[in-house]
């Protein structure tokens, strides 16, 4: 994932950036988001967090399939300007967490406080995938990579 422009140069104006993604490497990119955003990819790239960049909010964008589709989810009752947006190890190394810590600041009176929501997508990770050893098979949840 990426946060860029398109044209003859780069701009990081929030107003002119949108998000990125590429499934192949890097071979090819689509836009996946107008506008300006902090991301935190997880789950071998399947579980992908971002919220708005530089404005309060209560909700986040979450997919759980490489940025094909979006759904939100409210996380506070406060709108928060999020900062950071990132993705916990599940402590197997496998690259399987769904576990995130969205970093923030608010506004409480005069001062500005800084803010930490954690998000547990655990209970909803997808099933084990099987029929590793016939990729495109009926049976199978595994595909052969091509460029």
């Known amino acids: 994932m990426a946060e860029g422009n398109l044209g003859k140069y ?11 993604i590429s499934r192949d490497g890097g071979f090819s990119w689509e836009e996946v988001m107008k506008g300006s955003y902090v991301f935190g990819v997880s789950y071998h790239g399947s579980l992908i967090v971002m919220a708005g960049k530089g404005w309060e909010t209560n909700y986040i964008l979450f997919s759980w399939d490489l940025g094909l589709t979006w759904d939100t ?6 709108r928060i300007n999020i900062i ?20 923030g600041e608010s ?3 005069y001062n ?9 997508f655990t209970e909803l ?3 084990t995938c099987s029929g590793r050893e016939n990729p495109e098979q009926a049976d199978s949840d595994y595909e052969y990579w091509r460029r």
């Open 10 to 20: 780069l701009t990081l104006e929030s107003n002119s950036t949108n998000i990125y």
């Open 73 to 78: 989810q409210k996380i506070s009752e406060t």
């Open 84 to 103: 950071e947006i990132l993705a916990l190890p599940s402590g197997n190394d496998n690259g399987t967490g769904a576990l995130f810590i969205l970093k």
């Open 107 to 109: 506004i409480v009176g």
């Open 112 to 120: 500005k406080v800084g803010i930490l929501v954690s998000l547990d």
């Open 125 to 127: 990770l997808p099933k």
